[in-house]
């Protein structure tokens, strides 16, 4: 017999209307109402680290508003996330706006508190400085992890003023710190002018290989989903979504935009194809409402972190399934 219990799901949309009440991602129960969770969606409303223009700490908030158009079924994965496995709003943490290296180090401490409980990380961004503090926390957990990286930056430059932790270097810095799997590292929706052709020499020496928003359009998302999903096997994978790898039309609210993204089909198409990885958490930022219209952006980013989140419970659900046929077939001998 399984100890699972039932897991709660969202306000029915039906009997409470959904522009009712405070938000939570997808009208989900939040942590203290559940206990436990498998999957923890988890805001960072920080952005102290931006280069151009701020307001990525209200992007979690930005999300969570345009969530509550979710529904419960999810026909691309044929598959009801919230039904197969507990997700539970996690709320903010609270990190220090007027000292980076103290932020950094304070997600890095909430996100382990999480992790320590079993559930995996669908983290709101805030900007893309806390990618770094998360990936380390994930990787005390599963050992570097290889990493897709959707971006239409690279984020793998050294310093911003002298400041190593900066939403233009969190990779860089996780390479240099060893948390990443260098056999495995794309950096999806690459494009935009860089300070110089340096910039790919050393992002290549990292490790990392680049699929362009304009390898995308000409070959198509299946058959780039084919090749990162080979590149990936059965590799722990951490997904980071910087925003702005959509194109501007699609993503208006961000903080550096770069025009000829792609598009949010061609996005959830890739992660779609991406089903089969080994997806241990991610993350979505750079969503800064202020530059918003219409809820474009947060609610590109609800289906983005929606997509994700299928991922995560489907996979928690097959290995339930797994764990409770073996100790059926232990428990027969
Ligand atoms: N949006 C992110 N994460 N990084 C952009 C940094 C680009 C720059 O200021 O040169
Ligand atoms: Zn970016
Ligand atoms: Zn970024």
Redesign the pocket.
């Given at each position: 017999m399984s100890s699972y219990e039932t897991p709660r799901g969202p306000v029915d949309s039906s009997r409470v209307p959904r522009f009712a009440g405070p938000a939570t991602f997808a009208r989900l129960p939040r942590l203290d109402e559940v206990g436990t969770t498998d999957v923890a969606v988890v805001g960072v409303p920080f952005d102290a680290g931006v280069?151009?223009r701020p307001g990525a700490r209200f992007g979690g908030n930005a999300i969570r508003e345009a969530s509550r158009l979710l529904r419960p079924y999810n026909p691309a994965q044929d598959a009801s996330p919230f039904a197969l496995a507990q997700v539970a709003d996690a709320g903010d943490i609270a990190a220090n706006p007027f000292n980076i290296n103290e932020a950094v180090d304070t997600i890095e401490g909430a996100a382990d508190e999480l992790l320590g409980t079993g559930a995996r990380l669908m983290t709101l961004g805030g900007?893309?400085t806390i990618a770094l503090p998360l990936l380390r926390s994930v990787a005390k957990k599963h050992g570097p992890v290889a990493l897709l990286h959707f971006?239409a930056?690279l984020?793998t430059w050294d310093t911003y003023f002298g400041a190593e932790y900066t939403?233009?270097t969190p990779f860089r810095r996780a390479v240099e710190e060893g948390i990443l799997d260098t056999e495995a590292l794309s950096h999806v929706g690459t494009r935009g002018p860089l300070y110089g052709r340096q910039d790919l020499t050393d992002d290549e020496k990292l490790g990392f290989g680049i699929v362009t928003s304009a390898d995308i359009y000409r070959r198509g998302a299946d058959e780039v989903a084919d090749q990162l999903r080979q590149r990936i096997g059965d590799r722990p994978l951490y997904i980071s979504i910087?925003i702005?790898c959509l194109d501007p039309a699609h993503a208006p609210g961000t903080?550096?935009p770069e025009a000829g993204g792609m598009t949010s089909r061609e996005l959830l198409e890739i992660l779609r194809g991406l089903a089969s990885c080994h997806l241990v958490s991610a993350d979505v930022v750079?969503v800064a409402p202020a530059y918003d219209h219409a809820e474009i952006t947060s609610v590109a980013a609800s289906h983005t972190a929606y997509e994700l989140t299928t991922i995560m419970s489907r996979q928690i659900a097959q290995a339930r399934e797994k764990n409770a046929q073996a100790t059926e077939e232990t428990d027969a001998k």
């Amino acid at each position: 017999m399984s100890s699972y219990e039932t897991p709660r799901g969202p306000v029915d949309s039906s009997r409470v209307p959904r522009f009712a009440g405070p938000a939570t991602f997808a009208r989900l129960p939040r942590l203290d109402e559940v206990g436990t969770t498998d999957v923890a969606v988890v805001g960072v409303p920080f952005d102290a680290g931006v280069s151009y223009r701020p307001g990525a700490r209200f992007g979690g908030n930005a999300i969570r508003e345009a969530s509550r158009l979710l529904r419960p079924y999810n026909p691309a994965q044929d598959a009801s996330p919230f039904a197969l496995a507990q997700v539970a709003d996690a709320g903010d943490i609270a990190a220090n706006p007027f000292n980076i290296n103290e932020a950094v180090d304070t997600i890095e401490g909430a996100a382990d508190e999480l992790l320590g409980t079993g559930a995996r990380l669908m983290t709101l961004g805030g900007d893309h400085t806390i990618a770094l503090p998360l990936l380390r926390s994930v990787a005390k957990k599963h050992g570097p992890v290889a990493l897709l990286h959707f971006d239409a930056h690279l984020d793998t430059w050294d310093t911003y003023f002298g400041a190593e932790y900066t939403h233009g270097t969190p990779f860089r810095r996780a390479v240099e710190e060893g948390i990443l799997d260098t056999e495995a590292l794309s950096h999806v929706g690459t494009r935009g002018p860089l300070y110089g052709r340096q910039d790919l020499t050393d992002d290549e020496k990292l490790g990392f290989g680049i699929v362009t928003s304009a390898d995308i359009y000409r070959r198509g998302a299946d058959e780039v989903a084919d090749q990162l999903r080979q590149r990936i096997g059965d590799r722990p994978l951490y997904i980071s979504i910087d925003i702005d790898c959509l194109d501007p039309a699609h993503a208006p609210g961000t903080g550096t935009p770069e025009a000829g993204g792609m598009t949010s089909r061609e996005l959830l198409e890739i992660l779609r194809g991406l089903a089969s990885c080994h997806l241990v958490s991610a993350d979505v930022v750079e969503v800064a409402p202020a530059y918003d219209h219409a809820e474009i952006t947060s609610v590109a980013a609800s289906h983005t972190a929606y997509e994700l989140t299928t991922i995560m419970s489907r996979q928690i659900a097959q290995a339930r399934e797994k764990n409770a046929q073996a100790t059926e077939e232990t428990d027969a001998k």
